[in-house]
């Protein structure tokens, strides 16, 4: 079972970057839906350097910017 501390709510979804086979609902978060992978990860890139957050990649090859 994982520590308590490790399941608290560090920071914010700030955007996600997606491609078209993506199925997301936005909720408080920007959904930006990208043409092919080399433009997802073009426009990650600049909306992480934008809002100087971090970047992380699920498993299914979304992009979410993260922000404290």
């Not at 700030?14 to 997802?40: D, K, S, Y």
Request: charged residues 25%; hydrophobic residues 40%.
């Amino acid at each position: 079972m994982a520590r308590e501390s490790a399941q608290r709510d560090t920071g914010k979804i700030i955007a996600a970057v997606i491609l078209p086979h993506h199925n997301v609902q936005a909720g408080n978060a920007f959904v930006i839906e990208a043409q092919n992978e080399e433009e997802q990860k073009k426009v990650m890139t600049d909306m992480a350097k934008t809002v100087k957050g971090d970047v992380t990649r699920t498993s299914n090859g979304i992009y979410l910017i993260i922000k404290d």
